[in-house]
């Protein structure tokens, strides 16, 4: 057996020493950290603060996918990624070593199918010789680049995965039981794709960590292979990029993983079934629309510019008018079904912030003309946040008045939140993992408003 392995590998010792770099040559990088957003004393609607300098957070410096000259995502050992290509990539990489391109589909259906035993080794398969998985095993894995350090499971049967990352760090999964700890449905798995978050929503946990990690492809899907292991292929119904991190910051590595998702050989979801969320990287939106039929989500939380630029500062650089002029273009998406033809709008209730019943009725104007349902979602606290959600009268009286406009509009229960596993709690910022200064808190905009015209 070693000298089949050795055979196969002297023909590729040239193309793997070509394709995997010497890292001790690589050049070292100081990295500057983000400099804090300086808030003029502009506040108004028609002169907001200045606008935050993306590029300083480019996931170029954070730990992109690992790939070779060639595109090929590898793991720490230097082995290929399996789970970090499409099927289509997977053929061409198999033509490349000299392998016969229809492999890949039965690779796919032992890495991901409801029917086998979505095998955790090339060692485990049964679907092929023990020659050929002799030969994948020694340049190739199965495994996904991050390995179960914990389960946490509150009272209504909610899960926090905790995972430990190759390379370093700690990222965090949801599972979520649709009726309860022992009740029938679904479960949603919710799965980060970067380790802290660039965006800076002022609400959420996750942003005080800052970006330090871009996630795989075969890491995002190898969330969703550990939930199936765990709960049984047909328990796991949804899967929604809502965990940590904004998924359209690493678009290449989200399209990836949700082709993966959705392909009938791979993971066979639904593209109803699989939701990716944005704060609102307009580009990158436009491009996920022109090249996924996954459902697409918009964390909108504000109706002005004035608040929204506050509370999610990426508001500064793609502003309402901007997401919302996408947005009117691109749905409904007509050739998708009736599921996607429209936008789902995510609605965080921040008491005194957002929930006013001006917002309501802006909220039913931008409805007119983009058809689109809005879910309003409980703001979950966390230590030394300045906000503090809605009461219940308020969300209730304001969903009334979106459903009497005309809009359909539903309100999402918190889940999970006693183990910081709900929405917006993700994350460990007090981890030193490539840690980074805290980003900037935003000061709210009306109350130095209010301060000038004190002083006036």
Same mark, same amino acid.
């Given at each position: ?15 793997? +020493? ?11 990088? #100081? ?13 108004? +609607? ?22 070779? /000259? ?25 033509? $490349?070593?000299?392998?016969? #391109?229809? $492999? ?32 994948? =095993? ?13 389960? #946490? ?24 039981? /649709?009726?309860? *700890? ?63 991190? %904004?998924?359209?910051? =690493?678009?290449?590595?989200?399209? @990836? /993983? ?12 639904? @593209? ?43 508001? &500064? *650089? ?15 998406? *007509?050739?998708?079904? &009736? ?21 309501? %009725? ?5 409805? @007119? ?5 809005? =879910? ?9 946040? %300045?906000? &503090? ?22 309100? $999402? ?14 994350? *460990? ?11 900037? $808190? ?15």
């Amino acid at each position: 057996m070693h000298r089949v392995a050795a055979s196969f590998a002297r023909p590729l010792a040239s193309h793997i +020493a070509r394709d995997v770099p010497n890292r001790a040559c690589r050049p070292t990088h #100081r990295r500057r950290a983000p400099p804090h957003v300086v808030v003029g004393r502009a506040t108004s +609607a028609d002169n907001p603060p200045p606008v935050p300098e993306l590029a300083l957070y480019s996931t170029h410096s954070v730990g992109a996918a690992a790939d070779d /000259a060639d595109g090929v995502p590898r793991l720490d050992d230097g082995r290929v990624a399996l789970k970090g290509m499409r099927r289509s990539e997977l053929s061409d990489w198999l033509e $490349r070593v000299g392998e016969k #391109r229809n $492999r890949a589909d039965g690779l796919f259906r032992e890495m991901y199918s409801r029917e086998a035993s979505l095998a955790k080794s090339a060692l485990d398969s049964d679907g092929f010789g023990e020659k050929f998985l002799t030969r994948l =095993n020694a340049i190739a894995s199965f495994e996904g680049g991050l390995e179960l350090e914990s389960v #946490r499971e509150a009272t209504d049967g909610t899960k926090k995965l905790t995972y430990k990352l190759a390379g370093g760090g700690v990222v965090e999964s949801v599972l979520i039981p /649709a009726n309860g *700890k022992d009740g029938p449905g679904r479960t949603t798995v919710c799965v980060s794709s970067q380790l802290g978050c660039a965006m800076n929503c002022q609400f959420c946990y996750t942003a005080k960590m800052g970006l330090r990690k871009n996630l795989t492809a075969a890491q995002i899907v190898e969330q969703v292979v550990q939930a199936r292991r765990m709960l049984g292929s047909d328990a796991v119904s949804n899967v929604v990029f809502m965990g940590m991190g %904004e998924p359209l910051h =690493n678009v290449d590595e989200v399209l @990836r /993983a949700v082709d993966v998702l959705l392909d009938n050989k791979g993971l066979a979801f639904s @593209r109803n079934k699989v939701t990716v969320s944005t704060s609102g990287l307009v580009p990158q939106m436009e491009r996920f629309l022109s090249e996924s039929e996954a459902s697409l989500a918009v964390s909108l939380n504000a109706t002005t510019d004035y608040i929204r630029n506050w509370i999610m500062p990426i508001n &500064r *650089k793609y502003n309402l008018e901007s997401l919302l002029g996408l947005l009117r273009r691109e749905f409904p998406r *007509k050739t998708l079904g &009736r599921h996607q033809r429209q936008v789902f709008f995510e609605y965080i209730m921040l008491e005194g912030v957002n929930d006013t019943d001006e917002d309501a %009725e802006r909220l039913i104007e931008i409805a @007119r003309d983009l058809p689109c349902k809005i =879910n309003l979602i409980y703001f979950n606290t966390h230590e030394g946040s %300045e906000f &503090r959600c809605s009461d219940q009268e308020r969300i209730q009286a304001f969903r009334q008045k979106i459903v009497d406009g005309g809009v359909m509009c539903t309100i $999402r229960q918190s889940r999970g939140d006693e183990e910081m596993s709900a929405c917006g709690q993700l994350g *460990k910022p007090e981890d030193d993992f490539n840690a980074k200064p805290m980003p900037p $808190r935003m000061k709210d905009p009306r109350t130095r408003v209010q301060t000038r015209a004190q002083r006036m």
